[in-house]
């Protein structure tokens, strides 16, 4: 069935290097996409965010793109930092029901100091 | 309050017997959701609320789950008869609104922790 996927469960970084995390959606109706950080223990934690209408959006260290052609969205960190390591999970939502989130499975990022 | 608090943090319990999961969401939130975590998974959508309202609640596995919001602000997530399989971690949300925009995201609680032995 139609889902978001991420290619890497696992990324280890050096501290101070940057880090991309990949995910994968299947579903052309997407239309609103979400990266959330989970540490151990507590809930997901908004990142930033990106419409459909848009190729790019950059947040504080953060950079969402997107690719609709090969519906592929990536998260880049710049400068990673220990406290960045956690769970990141992209999420879609799409037109009329954009209140329920779907999301992927998650990778783990570890950050070396 | 500052945060989506939930209560218990943890919960264990023995099979077949009957859950509350209590939610107080963000003040002055009107939307509300629930979605459920299992081990090494993203948070699946259970039900959502607007107001007093479930406005959708597609997401419930069964009739064994039903959750309320009497008052629009503080709701309870409840699990009849459980089963080994309903183990997970259930996360409350909230956010000011349904409409999709810049400041209105969802923000999640740290989660009550289910386990059925």
């Known amino acids: 069935g139609e889902s978001v996927g991420l290619h890497l469960p696992t990324l280890s970084v050096q501290e101070g290097d940057n880090s991309i995390i990949n995910c994968a959606y299947s579903n052309s109706a997407s239309d609103y996409f979400i990266w959330y950080k989970q540490e151990s223990g507590k809930g997901p934690q908004f990142i930033i965010d990106?419409?459909?209408?848009?190729d790019k959006r950059q947040g504080q260290r953060v950079t969402v793109l997107l690719n609709k052609t090969v519906k592929h969205l990536s998260l880049q960190i710049a400068a990673t930092q220990p406290g960045d390591s956690a769970v990141y999970f992209c999420?879609?939502?799409?037109?009329?029901?954009?209140?329920?989130?779907?999301f992927g499975k998650g990778t783990l990022l570890t950050v070396n100091p | 309050g500052a945060g989506v608090s939930q209560t218990p943090s943890n919960k264990v319990t023995e099979k077949g017997k009957y859950v509350e999961l209590r939610c107080d969401p963000i003040s002055g939130h009107t939307a509300l959701y629930w979605y459920r975590q299992s081990l090494g998974q993203g948070p699946e959508f259970l039900i959502y609320?607007?107001?007093?309202?479930?406005?959708?609640d597609s997401g419930l596995p069964n009739d064994r789950f039903f959750a309320v919001r009497p008052e629009g602000s503080v709701s309870t997530l409840k699990i009849q008869r459980t089963e080994r399989g309903d183990s997970a971690v259930y996360l409350c949300?909230?956010?000011?609104?349904?409409?999709?925009?810049?400041?209105?995201?969802?923000?999640f609680g740290a989660g009550s922790r289910l386990t059925v032995l």
């Open positions: 999420a879609e939502a799409r037109g009329g029901s954009n209140y329920k989130l779907t």
């Open positions: 990106i419409r459909s209408n848009m």
């Open positions: 609320f607007q107001g007093t309202g479930a406005a959708d």
């Open positions: 949300a909230s956010s000011p609104d349904r409409v999709w925009s810049g400041a209105n995201v969802l923000t």
